[in-house]
């Protein structure tokens, strides 16, 4: 895709860590000997111009921009949630009207061949939003995708939202999105914090586009390692040992 810009979500502290007491942000933690944010970075490094990459920072800001001064920034001061660290992003993005891409900067397994086939899908199908899902057999923590009688999406379940009924639904939103950059920092102005965190989501996003009769799809991919993100040391050994075995091959 020629007019594509991406924000990473990488201002969280990662409090289940002990990352505080570590003295690190959650998206520094190593992982095979290199920060999880550098395997996030290497996924999208086919874009040319690094400044096209907006990593939002928060928690012990300076440790990022000074291991990544090729990239753009922009700050969370506050962790209101993912789609106040979206916003965050507006003043850098500006004037941009083309797409945006957004990931999460503890997700080091995500590959370029999956982001590269989600901008396929939103290119092909004319697009204004489009979520990356994963199918899994067990249950997890992310949210849920809900789709209507006709399998047409209808919005994302945060875990913690999603009632005891529809916690067997096993396709699963990844966190990654691209969206209409214009259509995405509208909406996301009108995002309210009625749920049981309290926090601003961005997953709320694509309910808001439906709403608003924006074109939204989901490409479900079965590459269930991918989506693994850290929220435990064992989290960590866990994916050391994927990033091993990949690079082994």
């Keep these: 895709m020629d007019n594509l810009k991406v924000i990473i979500l990488a201002a969280g502290k990662g409090t289940r860590l002990e990352s505080e007491k570590a003295n690190i942000p959650k998206a520094m933690r190593n992982a095979a000997e290199k920060p999880l944010l550098h395997y996030v970075l290497k996924s999208v490094e086919f874009i040319e111009n690094k400044k096209d990459i907006i990593i939002i920072v928060g928690y012990l800001k300076e440790m990022i921009t000074e291991a990544f001064p090729e990239y753009a920034f922009a700050v969370q ?19 941009y009207s083309g797409n945006l891409l957004i990931l999460l900067g503890d997700m080091p397994l995500i590959s370029c061949e999956s982001i590269k086939n989600l901008i396929e899908i939103h ?5 204004q939003c489009t979520i990356l899902s994963c199918n899994m057999d067990k249950v997890m923590s992310f949210g849920r995708i809900i789709r209507d009688n006709n399998n047409n999406f209808v919005k994302i379940l945060e875990n913690r939202d999603c009632p005891p009924e529809l916690k067997n639904i096993k396709e699963y939103n990844t966190g990654v999105m691209l969206f209409d950059s214009k259509k995405l920092f509208e909406q996301l102005a009108n995002l309210k914090n ?16 439906i709403e608003n009769n924006y074109k939204v799809g989901v490409y479900a991919t079965d590459n269930k390692n991918e989506f693994y993100g850290i929220t435990s040391k064992e989290d960590i050994a866990f994916i050391e040992n994927i990033l091993r075995s990949n690079s082994a091959k």
Aim: charged share 30%; proline share 2%.
């Design 77 to 95: 001061d506050e962790q209101l949630g993912t789609g106040h660290a979206a916003k965050c992003a507006e003043q850098e993005i500006g004037d």
């Design 123 to 127: 290119k092909q199908n004319n697009n």
């Design 194 to 209: 009625n749920n049981k965190s309290g926090e601003y989501y961005l997953t709320d996003v694509p309910e808001l586009f």
